[in-house]
Each structure stands twice: as structure tokens, then as C-alpha cells.
């Protein structure tokens, strides 16, 4: 599914060939990297462990903030911390309704000034109005580097 209602085909080759050289270079290297993932260097029991933290409703599995480490943390841990910051009176704020629809409907008022004063144009209007938008999901990265026991998100 496309997000962008504009043209979705790949710009034409340029006309300087070193761009079309780097271009043909980072596109290899994004082929190569697809097939360096190989399995078999695992055992058959690492294998059957890494799916069963990977089913697991008891642990989640996230990328530490900073360093490349994977952390695996107890959910209740996970659910806790961020309870503990989403209760920070001064950092978020309870909402009693999804405020989406109006923040879509000022948007589109602010766009439509643009397009009325020829800031924008009204193709580009339509481009920058998402139909559906989505809502925000919450989630916390561990920062190990700060305390590798006790990661803080």
C-alpha cells in the first residue's frame, strides 16, 4: 500500500553517469546484504530458542537505543516502565477522545488557506492530506548503555 498519492515509478536514469554508477552500486549492496542472512550458521537448538522468545507473550524483544545490542526484557518490566512514563503528568497527558479527525479537519483548513494565497497547489494539497491517518504507537528503546542490568527506556 502506497501513502504517497503522487507517481510512484522510479525517476529516469540520469544523465550523469556517476549517479547512475552509485545508484547501481547501493542496489547490489542491498541484493548482497538479502543474502548474507544465513541460517545454517545457527544450531538446531539456538534456531528453536530464538523462535520461542520470538512467540513468547512473556519477554520483548527490542533493539537497545544506542551500541546494536538486541535486549530481551520480561514484559511485566516492559509494561511497567512504561506505565511509569506515561503517568508523567509534565511529559503526557490523558485524552478522552482521539483528537485525530480534528487535527485532520485543521489541517486541511490550514492546507486550503495555502492553496487560496497560491503557496501551494491544490495537487500538492491533496498529496500532503492523508486520507487515513494513523495513530501514533508507543514504544520504548532500552538504553543499555546507561545501566546494563536495569536498561532505562
Not at 10 to 37: A, G, H, M, N, Y
Not at 104 to 111: A, G, R, T, V, Y
Not at 140 to 149: A, D, R
Request: net charge positive; with cysteine; aromatic share 10%.
Amino acid at each position: 500500500m502506497h501513502l504517497c498519492r503522487f507517481s510512484q515509478h522510479f525517476p529516469p536514469r540520469s544523465i550523469c553517469p556517476t549517479v547512475d554508477i552509485f545508484v547501481k552500486l547501493v542496489k547490489k549492496e542491498f541484493e548482497s546484504i538479502q543474502t548474507r542472512v544465513d541460517p545454517r550458521n545457527l544450531t538446531f537448538n539456538q534456531r528453536q530458542a530464538i523462535k520461542e522468545l520470538q512467540n513468547s507473550k512473556d519477554v520483548v524483544i527490542k533493539a537497545a537505543d544506542k551500541g546494536g545490542y538486541v535486549v530481551i526484557w520480561p514484559t511485566f518490566m516492559y509494561e511497567q516502565e512504561a506505565f511509569r512514563q506515561l503517568n508523567q503528568k509534565k511529559c503526557y497527558q490523558r485524552l478522552v477522545y482521539n483528537p485525530m479527525d480534528k487535527f485532520k479537519s485543521e489541517l486541511d483548513s490550514i492546507l486550503q488557506i495555502g492553496v487560496s494565497k497560491n503557496i501551494l497547489t491544490p495537487r500538492l494539497k491533496e498529496g500532503l492530506l492523508v486520507d487515513h491517518p494513523v495513530t501514533p504507537t508507543l514504544y520504548l528503546l532500552p538504553k543499555v548503555h546507561k545501566n546494563i542490568h536495569t536498561p532505562p527506556p
